[in-house]
């Protein structure tokens, strides 16, 4: 998948995230199916990801590659991360990684910011998508905590695809 369609991806699928979230009333942001996350918590939960994906980029590619190496196989298509991850979320059997642990409930105060802070990311995602050169994206690599390191071309489309998979999640349970 180019640049060009990668950001496409991520602006399709954080609009339907954010739209869909902000046509739920105000008590849903608290509320959630038992022993699950909030619908707030989901949106914290996708914010913490994108993050430092996003911290990750501003560094210099260099450093990176001396902090994680560099790509020792061809880049993988969408449809190969889609199903990787669901595989790996099979093993992990409802596992929660780091970032995400103990995650407070975010109150409704913290709706419109956490909105807004996501598609802030998001935006700058999109942007460093599409300034990154083709070689960095498939050969600089980046540790996902549950898919092991993966070219940032790859951690990128996964991201649009967690979006996807979380938006999913909302829209059937809750």
Do not use: C
Not at 119 to 133: A, D, G, N, R, V
């Amino acid at each position: 998948m180019d640049k060009e369609a990668i950001a496409d991806l991520l602006e399709k699928k954080h609009s339907e995230l954010i739209i869909w979230l902000e046509n739920q009333p105000e008590e849903s942001w608290t509320k959630g199916p038992e022993g699950k996350w909030t619908t707030g918590q989901q949106a914290l939960h996708l914010l913490q990801s994108i993050k430092p994906l996003n911290d990750a980029l501003s560094m210099p590619k260099f450093l990176l590659r001396f902090k994680f190496g560099k790509a020792n196989r061809p880049v993988r298509n969408y449809e190969a991360i889609v199903n990787r991850y669901q595989e790996r979320l099979e093993d992990a059997k409802g596992k929660t990684f780091k970032g995400s642990q103990n995650m407070k409930i975010p109150n409704f105060e913290d709706k419109h910011y956490i909105l807004n802070r996501l598609q802030t990311e998001s935006k700058k995602l999109q942007y460093k998508t599409k300034k990154i050169s083709d070689k960095n994206l498939d050969t600089v690599i980046l540790p996902h905590p549950l898919m092991g390191k993966m070219p940032v071309r790859e951690i990128i489309m996964w991201t649009a695809h967690h979006v996807e998979h979380h938006t999913k999640t909302l829209k059937e349970k809750y």
